[in-house]
């Protein structure tokens, strides 16, 4: 009865077994995109990847992190490709030989997102600098990526253009999270942050929250696609990796870009060339 | 807030999707191998440790059951590092695939598993251990038909392995990558559906969640209450 | 049954100054026994005696402060000593899986277990009830299936603690008939009872015990009709009234 048991055991692990690998290996061809969570959680690969594997046939599975998070991932080549926001970390990753070489593709901005009520004033800014002194002088409550995220680098540059020195601040709280979580957590206590604006387009638990500030050209927010160097991982997919990002550079990748609207408001711009 | 949360939840669950029946079936595969490992190696080895006689006994029983609450984040990480390309099993590109979910939810139910079996195995071993002893049997003997004994008791261990595995999300987001039609399950998905602020369906699936634990452990419940009918 | 392992060499059974004193208290005080190899003895005493303890150093349950077992001038062999226990275990399994779980050391194949299992439940009258849960049995059932338990392994020396203990009277009759089988089969049988009546029934001869001590051993007709020492006279004259009325 015990070796019944086991023997019927035997015959479902071995099932479970051969229907993950089976699984693993039915995807003709796929490619890893170690992304950010901002692209995610927009909504923008949901329509643009279906669009690249009908024409390609090579599925991309996205993986998002913070860009951060990402960076990481590809320096210890677990993706094929990278598309990131924080411009002078992506410069060091293809300097330093994990990157074979990086493109513009595409860039939306960053809005500073607060309650309606705006106790810091935040709507009269004159630019991006006045407006992160102004909550700071203010002492009202600011949640922080703190995620090593390309988001969370832009708001350490921003702090730094209006001289202040957020950590350690009472009002100043760093979350450790992604751009959706972290506006949650603005949403429950009325709190200002600093989001992508797709992510915030995206965005269903907004409560009290709207854009108090946008529109400075400090705000934009290019993205840009790395293939992970196939010389330092050679168990890369270039030629497949190498479609995508020349997809997402070409007119057709522009346009599926482009296209993606939520509420008739377009959210990524693709780089001008 | 709360109220209207909960009826566009349940509007959504009459309207469920083929999507969300992929995401349910990965999430029972993926699991389901879990538990299936996880009682193939959990279970010996929690009745290895009630009968075997061996120096820090004491002390490995309070390891396995500290174990238990090992944070499933901790297992996600340590499993993406040796499944990792740069790691010491990264030739075998298992990184953000169901099969490596699969190994770290095994990683993660194998000493809750052990330590609930220990127990149970434990009990009967006091009260066989002299007329297994007399009739010479070996350990390993000793072993095999305590597990045996002790099967309708053991499926509490299964199940307690199954809610686990079922339920964690830290792991199998980390080495699954959360990556859609690939490797999302019931709990990343719910993770992602709260992080876009979609809390409706977020709720929607933690209700399947739920229903579907609670239907296994009825079933569980209803089989081990007829074996025990059945064989006392 | 046959197959008897182990060869003729484990009699006769010598005992020499068993003492077991576990923390200071003395609960076996220098047993001298001798046993030879065939027959039923039965072991008599009041509670406390050390005659279940004496049955546990014979099975290789308890490790004895000090004195001697010798088995044929050599060593305890590995098989062929087997004890059925007052409330022996049952398996959540059938009546058949419990039957042959003896044999499991043997490693024998599958079929070979049941066909033997089959045989001896027929022996026991229990062949119709093979596929039933062992634990639905009746006490002297789940009693008659120990004893099988123990026959199947073909022992040399088989040791009883009670076995009848709680049993009514038509099942201590059932239970007795089989020990006389198993006795005829060429088992050695020591067992223990308070059952007055069952030792007349069934021993050959009796060994005595009380406070740790044996106080004789001689064969049953005589220790009944002339006990040689006090103890056993008293035992016997508070026991007898109301034992022998079944």
Not at chain 1, 163 to 176: C, F, L, M, N, R
Request: glycine share 10%; charged share 20%.
């Amino acid at each position: 009865m015990a070796h019944e048991l086991l023997k019927r055991i035997r015959v479902a692990v071995l099932g479970v077994v051969l229907a993950a690998a089976a699984q693993a290996a039915t995807a003709a061809e796929s490619i890893v995109l170690a992304s950010t969570t901002s692209t995610e959680q927009s909504g923008l690969f949901g329509h643009i990847l279906p669009i690249f594997e009908k024409t390609s046939g090579i599925s991309v599975k996205v993986v998002a992190l913070g860009t951060g998070q990402a960076l990481d991932v590809g320096r210890r080549g677990d993706a094929d490709a990278l598309l990131v926001h924080d411009r002078a970390a992506e410069d060091k990753f293809v300097a330093e030989g994990y990157g074979s070489y990086r493109r513009d593709v595409m860039y939306n901005d960053f809005v500073v997102v607060g309650p309606t009520a705006d106790p810091a004033a935040v709507k009269a800014s004159s630019d991006t600098s006045d407006a992160f002194r102004r909550i700071a002088g203010k002492g009202a409550t600011f949640i922080s990526r703190a995620d090593k995220s390309g988001t969370h680098a832009a708001e350490l540059r921003f702090w730094k253009a209006a001289a202040i020195e957020p950590v350690g601040q009472s009002w100043y709280k760093e979350a450790g999270t992604g751009m959706g979580p972290t506006l949650n957590m603005a949403a429950g206590v009325d709190a200002y942050t600093l989001s992508d604006r797709g992510t915030w387009a995206n965005f269903k638990n907004r409560q009290n929250l709207a854009i108090l500030y946008a529109g400075d050209s400090k705000l934009f927010n290019p993205y840009g696609a790395i293939l992970v160097n196939p010389e330092r991982h050679p168990h890369v997919k270039k030629a497949a990796a190498e479609r995508f990002i020349d997809w997402l550079t070409s007119d057709a990748g522009r346009e599926a870009i482009a296209s993606y609207r939520i509420g008739g408001e377009q959210l990524f711009f693709p780089s001008p060339r | 807030m709360f109220a209207s949360t909960l009826t566009d939840a349940i509007r959504l669950l009459a309207a469920l999707d083929h999507r969300v029946a992929e995401i349910v079936g990965l999430s029972l595969q993926v699991s389901g191998g879990a538990v299936v490992l996880g009682t193939l190696i959990g279970l010996p080895l929690g009745a290895c440790i009630a009968v075997g006689r061996f120096r820090g006994k004491a002390g490995v029983s309070v390891l396995i059951n500290a174990l238990m609450g090992l944070p499933s984040v901790v297992v996600g990480v340590v499993v993406y590092l040796f499944l990792s390309r740069s790691g010491p099993f990264g030739a075998f590109g298992l990184l953000y695939t169901p099969l490596a979910m699969v190994v770290a939810q095994t990683l993660l139910v194998v000493p809750l598993m052990a330590a609930i079996a220990r127990q149970v195995v434990e009990d009967a071993w006091q009260r066989y251990a002299e007329e297994l002893q007399v009739m010479r049997f070996t350990w390993w003997q000793s072993v095999t038909t305590l597990l045996h004994d002790c099967r309708h008791s053991l499926l509490v261990a299964v199940l307690a392995g199954l809610g686990r595995a079922m339920s964690e999300v830290g792991a199998v987001m980390i080495v699954g990558g959360n990556i859609d039609r690939a490797t999302r399950v019931m709990t990343t998905a719910i993770a992602l559906e709260t992080s876009k602020g979609d809390l409706p369906l977020a709720i929607a699936l933690g209700i399947v969640l739920i229903v579907l634990i609670l239907a296994l452990n009825a079933v569980a419940f209803g089989l081990r209450h007829w074996a025990m009918r059945r064989y006392g | 049954m046959s197959g008897r392992p182990g060869g003729g060499a484990m009699f006769p059974i010598r005992i020499r100054g068993l003492r077991h004193a576990p923390n200071g208290r003395e609960l076996l005080s220098g047993v001298d026994l001798e046993l030879g190899d065939e027959g039923i003895t039965v072991l008599l005493g009041p509670n406390g005696a050390g005659k279940t303890l004496l049955l546990r150093a014979l099975c290789g349950l308890l490790v004895p402060s000090s004195g001697t077992l010798d088995w044929g001038g050599g060593a305890r062999p590995e098989r062929g000593v087997m004890m059925v226990f007052q409330n022996p275990m049952m398996l959540r399994a059938s009546v058949l899986a419990n039957a042959v779980l003896g044999l499991k050391p043997l490693n024998l194949s599958r079929h070979d277990c049941s066909s033997r299992g089959m045989a001896v439940l027929e022996r026991i009258g229990l062949a119709h009830r093979a596929q039933d849960s062992a634990r639905q049995l009746s006490g002297g059932e789940q009693q008659r299936l120990a004893l099988a338990r123990a026959w199947l392994t073909s022992p040399r020396l088989l040791l009883l603690d009670e076995p009848t203990a709680s049993l009514d009277p038509s099942a201590t009759a059932e239970v007795e008939r089989i020990v006389r089988e198993i006795r005829t089969d060429g088992t050695r049988i020591l067992m223990v009872t308070h059952n007055l009546g069952q030792a007349t029934r069934l021993a050959d001869d009796i060994v005595f015990m009380s406070g740790g001590r044996v106080h004789e051993h001689t064969p049953a007709r005589r220790f009944f009709s002339r006990p040689q020492s006090d103890e056993a006279r008293r035992f016997i004259q508070g026991e007898l009234p109301w034992r022998m009325s079944f």
